[in-house]
């Protein structure tokens, strides 16, 4: 069943140095079925807005550059959030807590984008762009490992995700909201609003990790609400607000 192979692929995740026996443990914090619910309806929602932003994103070739990835973020999104609510996508992690593992795949694809998103609106460099890009996927491995992991190890992990996190955090907020001002017109207003949502949200997610993956205090149940909070305005609200700067012309200098 769904809890053989999930403690299987733990035993596989961790390796066997480490010599952990998920039949240890005695209870496993699970996502209740109210937390099900949560992920069936970001299913939903990640769905209907990657069907809007593929429709809007064949409107013109600049446009396409923009929603193209955008419309790819929230498939992903779709697709790792289906897992999770038809019962994958899961492991039992080595504090004894359900760990969806789907949702660090779907970060180390879907926030990439995100920024491929940002840098193209802002007229980044594309080897700027690239070298964010990096530094992202840096930043959520160390979080999958940091998951993974039991002791001080584990805050380890964090702190190196950290600094990544905040290479990205001061190329987002300095040098690439720079290029967007110098670029001006609609898109550098559209980087703007996209911008500061990321910013915000993001910096939501590492505090939810120590309290959930962390320290254990917030119940799975609670850590998927608000992950599912923080992931429909980062994908799903980040993709719509990117279509209204397509609507009103603002990328065809792109």
Known sequence: ?????????????????????????????????????????????MAAVTVLLGINASKSKAVGKVLFPATFVTGVASISYFSMASGGGWVIAPDCRQLFIARYMDWVITTPLILICLGTVAGVNKWDIMALCLSDVLMIATGAFGSLTVGNVKWVWWFFGMCWFMHIIFALGKSWAEAAKAKGGEAGSVYGRVAGLTVIVWFCYPIIWVFAEGFGNFSVTFEVLIYCILDLISKAVFGLILMSGAGSGGYEAI
């Open 1 to 45: 069943g769904v809890g053989c192979s999930s403690k299987m692929a733990t035993q596989m995740l961790v390796g066997e140095g480490a010599k952990l026996d998920v039949h240890g443990c005695e209870t496993v914090d699970m996502a209740s079925s109210f937390g099900k619910a949560l992920l069936e309806f970001s299913f939903i929602v």
